[in-house]
């Protein structure tokens, strides 16, 4: 089966809230501000992953900070959010808009915490961010 990529349903759109949700529960009042900023949420998955809040086998949970990980690119990078269905079934996704550019934000920490990686978010942000871009660039050219 070949990939789709359609815009997302109202109930992945909810799942989306829901996943956002299991890591927003850990930010404090005082921070919820500097939370919406895109160092916010990726401040707040290092703390979290500093911490070891989420075991290695707790895999939904590290999903939901892929979720948080993905809106930071959606906020600086302006991706958007679509649902990518194959032959292994439906997953968010990120599209640069007008591209074929995809990046699969909901796996990218689980991934690596289930091996045993150490992880630095801003360095991950960074350089997922560039060899992207550097595809959308490509793309866009033609």
Not at 7 to 13: E, G, K, Q
Not at 17 to 37: C, I, K, P
Request: hydrophobic share 40%.
């Amino acid at each position: 089966m070949k990939q789709t990529v359609s815009t997302p349903s109202n109930l992945d759109l909810e799942r989306l809230e829901e996943q956002r949700a299991v890591v927003v529960r850990f930010v404090s009042a005082d921070s919820l501000s500097n939370y919406q900023t895109v160092a916010g949420k990726l401040g707040t998955l290092r703390a979290l992953l500093d911490a070891s809040v989420f075991a290695p086998d707790q895999t939904y949970e590290l999903q939901c900070m892929g979720i948080v990980f993905g809106d930071a690119f959606v906020q600086q990078h302006g991706f958007e959010w679509v649902s990518v269905e194959d032959e292994y079934g439906r997953d968010p996704a990120l599209r640069f808009p007008r591209t074929s550019v995809l990046l699969f934000p909901l796996t990218m920490i689980s991934k690596r915490i289930e091996r045993g990686e150490a992880i630095d978010v801003f360095d991950m942000f960074n350089g997922v961010a560039d060899i992207a871009l550097e595809k959308v660039q490509e793309e866009l050219k033609g």
